[in-house]
Nanobody, 124 residues
Framework: QVQLVESEGGLVQAGGSLRLSCAASGRTFGNYALGWFRRAPGKEREFVAA????????YYADSVKGRFTISRDNAKNTMYLQMNSLKPEDTSVYYC?????????????????WGQGTQVTVSS
């Protein structure tokens, strides 16, 4: 069992930056691939970024590629999402998730554990 807790999000102006973190419980953190998803008001939850268990492989949604960076520190049981050049359309509840394999994946339904979500609001 893995419990995931996202850091507090926040309100940021367009063009600004914000870093989210996701702290995980458990001694097998390094065995799990991880991901970030988000859900904007009135929309489905969507893939943002994923990272393999070692951090060697990462994937990004086209909408965030070049602006967001996913990373992890297995010694600290923590994953990060650095968000730069934020846009109003990035406003969403952001969720971290863990998948019980080593492989970075984009598919929401394949993830086994989820955080509670954190609100990020980008003002124009």
């Amino acid at each position: 069992q893995v419990q995931l807790v996202e850091s507090e999000g926040g309100l940021v102006q367009a063009g600004g930056s914000l870093r989210l973190s996701c702290a995980a419980s458990g001694r097998t953190f390094g065995n799990y691939a991880l991901g970030w998803f988000r859900r904007a008001p009135g929309k489905e939850r969507e893939f943002v970024a994923a990272i393999s268990n070692t951090g060697a492989i990462t994937y990004y949604a086209d909408s965030v590629k070049g602006r967001f960076t996913i990373s992890r520190d297995n010694a600290k049981n923590t994953m990060y999402l650095q968000m730069n050049s934020l846009k109003p359309e990035d406003t969403s509840v952001y969720y971290c998730a863990a998948h019980r394999t080593a492989y970075a994946i984009r598919t929401l339904g394949e993830y086994d554990y989820w955080g509670q979500g954190t609100q990020v609001t980008v003002s124009s």
